[in-house]
Structures are given as structure tokens and as C-alpha cells.
């Protein structure tokens, strides 16, 4: 059964959405929609563990994921989980790390857009190999804000 929740976070309104094993997906809602929950305890765990995030602490989440995606996005999605908060790395080293040359960046980097759990498997701490923000599903403004978050924590 699939379960909703919508909340408030400094950078607009999140939409969390869960099956019964686990999170599916999370992403930014760029039309405001009043606060409503699914009341189930993944669904409070993930809450409670994003407004922690939000409010400066240095979590790691710990909610079960089940995110849809190819075996290359489902590898990639996990390797995007061991970028310490707070850092960044660029998708050349992505590639690096999961073993592949850095000539596959832009392969890693089309499974870092497609990753359905914003936040909760951090792709906004993979940067361009020159520094720079390159894309993000939410915008730029917000993968800076989230990486300033960290940043001052």
C-alpha cells in the first residue's frame, strides 16, 4: 500500500512518498500543498529525520529505501550514500569509486539526475569536476542551499 506525506522544510514543501518496506521517493513540490501525512511510522521516521537535517544536525538517516531504478541507478544511488555530510565530490570520482573509468561520468552522473530520493541519498554533494553546481532535479538554488546546510553544521 502506498503511503503520502507532504511537509514544510525551509526550502519549500517536501512530498514523501513510502510502500509498506520502505521510502520510494522524495522530492520538492514547486506548488504549494498544505502539510498532510499518511500516518505510518516510516513515514513520522522519515519526518523526524528531515526536520533533524534541516535543523543543522549531522544525521545519517536510517529509514529503509526501496527506490525504483535500473541495477547501474540502484548501484549508483548506493555509492551516493557514502559521501560524508558536509562534502562533495565530482562524478568523475563517482565513477572512480564504483570502479569505472572517469570517462563514464556523464553515465553516473544521468543515473545521479534520475535518483528518486532527494536529500535522504544525498546527490546534491556531487559537484562538477572544475567545482562547480551542475544540475540537480530541484534547482540549483536549493542543491546550494542544502550543501550550505551542511556546510555550517
Excluded at 543543522?56 to 540502484?74: E, K, N, V, W, Y
Excluded at 550514500?81 to 569509486?97: C, H, K
Excluded at 543515473?111 to 540537480?136: F, K
Aim: charged residues 20%; hydrophobic residues 45%.
Amino acid at each position: 500500500m502506498k503511503a503520502v506525506l507532504v511537509m514544510d522544510s525551509p526550502l519549500g514543501a517536501l512530498q514523501l512518498t513510502a510502500e509498506e518496506d520502505g521510502l520510494t521517493a522524495l522530492s520538492f513540490l514547486d506548488d504549494a500543498k498544505p502539510p498532510t501525512a499518511d500516518d505510518t511510522p516510516l513515514l513520522q521516521r522519515a519526518r523526524e529525520q528531515l526536520q533533524a537535517y534541516f535543523s543543522g544536525d549531522a544525521i545519517t538517516f536510517d529509514l529503509p529505501l526501496r527506490p525504483q531504478g535500473t541495477p547501474f541507478q540502484q548501484t549508483v544511488w548506493r555509492a551516493l550514500q557514502t559521501v560524508p555530510y558536509g562534502q562533495t565530490i565530482s562524478y568523475a570520482l563517482l565513477a572512480q569509486r564504483l570502479g569505472l573509468p572517469a570517462s563514464h561520468a556523464r553515465a553516473v552522473g544521468a543515473a545521479v539526475g534520475r535518483n528518486p530520493l532527494l536529500i535522504i541519498v544525498p546527490c546534491h554533494r556531487i559537484i562538477g569536476h572544475d567545482g562547480r553546481l551542475t544540475g540537480y532535479a530541484a534547482g540549483l538554488p536549493r542543491k546550494q542551499a542544502l550543501l550550505d546546510l551542511e556546510r555550517a553544521a
